[in-house]
Structure formats: C-alpha cells, structure tokens
C-alpha cells in the first residue's frame, strides 16, 4: 500500500510541475526559449535521460550473465564518454545558438546546408528512437509488476499515461526539470540497492563470496568481446544521442554548459558504478537457489533485491528511482522523435504550416508514438540489454560523425554528411545480420561512416563549410 500512495503522490507532484511549467510556443516547448540558467539541473537531468529502467532494470541484472567485464567496460567507458560529451558541449552550445537550431537534424542541415541530409536523419529518429522505446517500456512495466503487485499489461498502462501527460502539458522545461528531480531519486535509489548488497553479503568480504568465474575478465556467459562491444555501443550515446543534446541546447550561456559538466560526468559516474555493479554483487549476497531463476531473465533481478534486501517501506524509494530512469528518457525520446517528424520532416514538405499548428501536432503524435512503443512492449521476447545496445548504437552512430567532424573539420559537406548517414545506417543493419557476432554492429558503422563521410567530403571539396567556426574558436 505504500508504494502505490507513494506513487500517486509522486505523479502528482509531476503534473502540478508541468502545469507550471507548461509553453505556448513551439520553440518554448521544444527548447525552453534557451533559458536555463543552473548548470546542476541541466548536468544531472542530463544523466536521468540518459540512464533509463533499461539500465536500472538491464544494467543492472546483467553482470549475472555477463559477469565482471560488464562493470569494468561500463563504468570505465561512460566516465569517459561522458567527460568527452561535456568538453565538446561548448562548442555544440555555441553552434546551435549561432544557427538557432531546435533540433540536432536542423543543426546538421544548416551545418552542412542539407535539406535532404536533415529528412534522412530524422527518419531514422523516428524509426530507431520508436524501437528504444520498446524495451524502456518493457522495463518499466517489469518494474511495476515487480514492486506493485500489477500485471505486464496494466504496467504498461501505467506509464503511457504518466509520459503523456507531462510531456504534452511542459514540453522540454517539465521535462528538464522533473528530469533533475528524477536524477536525484536515481542517485538515492542506486546508492541504496549497492549498499544493501555490500552489507548483506557482509561488506568487504562480499569479494570472497563472489566466485573467481564471475570476477574473470574472460567474461561469463558472455564472451568478453561481445560485452565490451555492448557497452562501447550503449555509452557512446553519451556523445551523439539528440535527446541528450537538446539538454545542452537549452542553456542559458556558455558558463551553464561549462559548470553542468561538472555535476553530469560526476552523477553518471556514481550511477554506472553502482547499478552495473549488481548482478556480480549479488553472487555473494544471495544464494545459488535465489539467483537460479534470473539466470535466463536477468531483466528481474533489480525488482527481486529491492524487495528482499531492503528494510519495508525502503523498496518504494527503488519504485520511484526506476520510475524516474524510465520516464525521464521515455519524455525526453518522445520529444525529439516527435519534432523530428513534425518540425524536421513535415515542415520539410509543407513549409508554409505555422508553429501554432506545429506545436499542436508536436504534442498528439508524440502520444501516439508512446502508444505505439507501448503495443509493441505487450511481447518483447529479448533481454533489455541487446535491444538497448543496437537502437542506441544505430543513433549515435549516425549523429557522431557529422556532428564531431562538423565541430572539428571544415572541409566536410552535404555529401560527405548524407553520405555518412546512409553508410552507417545500411552498415549497421547489415552487419547485425550477417556480420561476425563477437563484433559489435556500431563499431562497423563508425568505421563505414567516417570512410564514407571523409570521402563524399575530399571528393565534393569545400561548398558547406561550417559558417561560424571561426566565431567559435574565438569564444
């Protein structure tokens, strides 16, 4: 009974925020007119969408089959990608405020002045964030089934209805800054479950518990290399995903930006180290006949611990932590793939749309994409982790390479960009058919992406290059 008073207690909270919160022009909703001026909210809710109930759920069930590879690729290379992601958010501040860029396929388009590069990219948002959605949603309803006593089904209900409400009502300020707020639950809720395993399992001496196959570099029942391709994939995001570069839009100035680089690599380095440090943790917490069953579901462990290993009542602050991952991400997808569509695509087509009639169809397809992505939960056969991985890599990979060369190299163009695009899309698909299992998909796509981006650029010369570098440069 407490974790459901908890809960309505929580969404309420959220609604009255969003409310507040709420904008009445497109680049309000979208942006939040660039105005936020605290570097802590934007760094950590930075974090919050990043890390979603696929990671508190998947992440952190995964080092059971995985083993320790899992950890050390993980908190390793999110620290890392994370301090790389804010050194080069200056100078993506700079760029999107000298184009006046609402969007990351507007901000490309007018970098490499490609109207068709843009609709390529933003198709495949739409596409491939529709799909990340899929095993959000599956975590976030396992978690209310887990902690709630509801069904599969009726947990998905759940969190289509709490997602659609505050994004269509706050647009991108609710969602910033709820997502703070859910940073911070995240925060708690991952210290807690990490500290609950070290003392039952008898605080350091959980190391002398924990069998030496587990702690084996050579991985468990995941080959190393697949683990650390997985973990390569999911954490490059930190440099490329647009719902994550939104956030840096946002900022009021360029001190915002630096400061909030502070407190985003420091959060995401608690949070990985913590929730990814689970599943080999619970090897020496729990017995073999308590981890048995998650051994093939993984995806149920997290939900299992909370309610075993904690104190009663502690287990709603896991809720509402695994709660916060997923909605935080859920809103801040829906509001990239939604302006993808409306203001990036529809636009493209029908130029003469105002931002009234815009904002308008941002908000209803952006319900409908939540609909969709929760149908296609109802059956989703995969574990989190796979699913995350590919959806997340296919994204980064199409963004990272024009975004990073664009910041970085004048000589790139449209061709050099759109040929990028296709190369790493058609490259990774291929691959995650036909290509060797032990190498990850997103590591072909950088390599076919950069090839074809360098290319197109050498061979079209210097028609796009990017107008304001110097300017940058000069801050």
Known sequence: MINQLLLVAYVAVIVLLSWKLRQGTFSGFVLSDRNIAYPAVIGIAFTAAYFSAASFLG???YGLV?????????????????CLAWLMAGKIWAMAKQYDAKTVPQLLEKRYNSPTGKVILAAIMLLLYTVYLVP???GCATLFQGLIGVTYFEGLII???????????????????????????????SVLLYGSLFSAGGGMQIWDHIPATVLSMQGLNVPWQKTFGMAFSISLGLLALPDLLIMIFSAKDRRVVRFA????PLSIAIYAVCVFSLGILAYGALS???????????????????KTMLPTGFDSIILLAAISAAMSTMSAIVLVTTTSLTSDILRYLHPEISDKRILLLTRMVGVMILLIAAVSAINVPQQIVPLVSVSIGVIACC?????????????GTSTGFI????ASFLSVVAWNFYGDPLIHPVFIGLICGTMAYIAGGLATGHGSRLQATDRMESD
């Open 136 to 138: 959000i949603f599956k």
């Open 59 to 61: 992440g952190g069930g």
């Open 261 to 264: 680089g502070i407190y985003g």
């Open 288 to 306: 073999p006949e308590q981890i048995a069953p998650f051994m093939k579901n993984p995806d149920g462990l997290v939900p299992f611990l909370a």
């Open 419 to 422: 040929a990028s695009l296709l």
């Open 66 to 82: 995985a083993g320790m590879p899992w950890v050390v690729f993980c908190a390793f290379m999110h620290v890392g990608f994370a």
């Open 399 to 411: 963004v990272f390479v024009p975004l990073f060369f664009g910041l970085y190299w004048k000589k």
């Open 159 to 189: 969190a289509v209805a709490i997602v659609a409400v505050y994004y269509a009502i706050g647009g991108l300020p609710a969602i910033i800054w709820i997502g703070f707020i859910q940073g911070i639950l995240m925060l708690v809720g």
